[in-house]
T-cell receptor
Framework: GQNIDQPTEMTATEGAIVQINCTYQ??????LFWYQQHAGEAPTFLSY??LDGLEEKGRFSSFLSRSKGYSYLLLKELQMKDSASYLC??????????WGAGTKLIIKP | IAGITQAPTSQILAAGRRMTLRCTQD?????MYWYRQDLGLGLRLIHY???????GKGEVPDGYSVSRANTDDFPLTLASAVPSQTSVYFC?????????????FGPGTRLTVL
């Protein structure tokens, strides 16, 4: 079957750095997405990786290792507004997104 | 309209009733999707449409139907609602259904079936 694993919840301090991991086992791979979802709101796109390596976009970076079935999202200089759930999703061989359950990130002052 | 809209925002429904959730986008995206999101689970695809006039089944299609008569609208119908269909429903769209196309999400409909 298809499976995406993320930690359920993480806590970090304002101004610090946090890394959210995602491992996946899917039927085929056509890229990995990270989305942010604030409580009660819709998911919004953060990043897309299809090749191995690190993609940097401002305070957020996303890394992919296809051979290990592994990705992480790195958030730097954490702000209170970064408190949200972070969703990892893989585009499978049918070009359908398979979603992880999300990681709830709690930022403390 | 800017982006994707969904209606209603929330609804309480008696079991056995028929319900249509509406979704409209103004971005001229070819592909549209319906997901449900339940606590502790990832988003699950119900139905999708790669282009106007075509639809396909996702991971959890039973009890739901869709239509795609034009590019902008993609309604989701529950023919006879059951309590297990209590969930938050998100409509999404993307420029195409292929690789690297990010999906844009509507604000969601919170549905409670009693």
């Amino acid at each position: 079957g298809q499976n995406i694993d993320q930690p359920t919840e993480m806590t970090a301090t304002e101004g610090a750095i946090v890394q959210i991991n995602c491992t996946y086992q899917t039927s085929g791979f056509n890229g990995l997405f990270w989305y942010q979802q604030h409580a009660g709101e819709a998911p919004t796109f953060l990043s897309y990786n299809v090749l191995d390596g690190l993609e940097e976009k401002g305070r957020f970076s996303s890394f992919l290792s296809r051979s290990k079935g592994y990705s992480y999202l790195l958030l730097k200089e954490l702000q209170m507004k970064d408190s949200a759930s972070y969703l990892c999703a893989v585009l499978d061989s049918n070009y359908q997104l398979i979603w992880g359950a999300g990681t709830k990130l709690i930022i403390k002052p | 309209i800017a982006g994707i809209t969904q209606a209603p925002t929330s609804q309480i429904l008696a079991a056995g009733r028929r319900m249509t959730l509406r979704c409209t986008q103004d971005m001229r995206h070819n592909a549209m999707y319906w997901y449900r999101q339940d606590l502790g689970l990832g988003l699950r695809l119900i139905h999708y449409s790669n282009t106007a006039g075509t639809t396909g089944k996702g991971e959890v299609p039973d009890g739901y139907s869709v239509s795609r008569a034009n590019t902008d609208d993609f309604p989701l119908t529950l023919a006879s609602a059951v309590p297990s269909q209590t969930s938050v429903y998100f409509c999404a769209s993307s420029r195409t259904s292929g690789i690297s196309n990010e999906q844009f999400f509507g604000p969601g409909t919170r549905l409670t079936v009693l």
